[in-house]
């Protein structure tokens, strides 16, 4: 059963636009993630959240910045696409603390054309 | 930093044959926790095993996995793959604060009849 939910599941856009991926957890966790899947299916980590706060920023370009309005919902801002973001953008969820299990969302794809 | 270093790309297998997937880790952390992920076909990542304890086997829907901290492994076997294990299999491993998973590149695994 999904607790959390991701809009849009699928984008297609051009280079230079600007899109929005939003994400909301019902699971009352603390912590909330974006990964970015990657054609390869790499997972990497870019964004971390404990109730609201900013905790782990990785190596991620300018144009990406998350938003988070409260604990359960957090928001990926992408303000100028290029062709190598083309790729599944995955929110995930956990209570936070070493050995909690990440809940994923179903992810966001986008294709930039 | 962190690293995990799994089996590379497509394992194939017939059903009913036993299934072993490597997983190698680098971390300073010296209680470490380790995950083994897997992801269906247009599904998302969901927790498949975990563990934080050495020389302790851990088990769940058939799969078992043991941390062995003196050789830095965490490897997944099953002693008989079925058809539905065909999937994406990610090890990963977390930070000492809980907050950042480091996946490994995936292993796919196919089961053929």
């Known amino acids: 059963e999904t607790a959390v939910f991701q809009t849009p599941n699928y984008h297609v856009t051009q280079v230079g636009n600007e899109v929005s991926f939003n994400c909301k957890q019902t699971?009352?966790?603390?912590?909330m993630y974006w990964y970015k899947q990657d054609s390869k299916k790499l997972l990497k980590i870019m964004f971390s959240y404990n109730n609201k706060q900013l905790i782990v920023n990785e190596t991620v370009p300018r144009r990406f910045s998350p938003q988070s309005s409260d604990k359960a919902h957090l928001n990926l801002r992408i303000k100028s696409v290029e062709p190598e973001d083309s790729a599944v953008y995955l929110c995930?969820?956990?209570?936070?603390?070493?050995?909690?299990?990440?809940?994923f969302g179903e992810g966001s794809r986008l294709i930039v054309v | 930093g962190d690293s995990v270093t799994q089996t590379e790309g497509l394992v194939t297998l017939t059903e009913g044959l036993p299934v072993m997937l490597n997983c190698t880790y680098q971390?300073?952390?010296?209680?470490?926790?380790l995950f083994w992920y897997v992801q269906h076909l247009n599904e998302s990542p969901r927790l498949l095993l975990k563990?934080?304890?050495?020389?302790k086997r851990t088990e769940h829907q058939g799969f078992h996995a043991t941390l062995h901290k003196s050789s830095s492994s965490f490897h997944l076997q099953k002693s008989s793959a079925q058809l539905s294990d065909s999937a994406l299999y990610y090890c990963a491993l977390s930070n000492s604060a809980g907050n950042k998973l480091t996946f490994g590149i995936g292993t796919r695994v196919l089961v053929r009849p």
């Open positions: 699971l009352g966790h603390d912590t």
């Open positions: 995930a969820s956990s209570s936070g603390g070493v050995g909690n299990t990440l809940y």
């Open positions: 971390t300073i952390y010296s209680n470490p926790f």
């Open positions: 563990s934080f304890t050495d020389n």
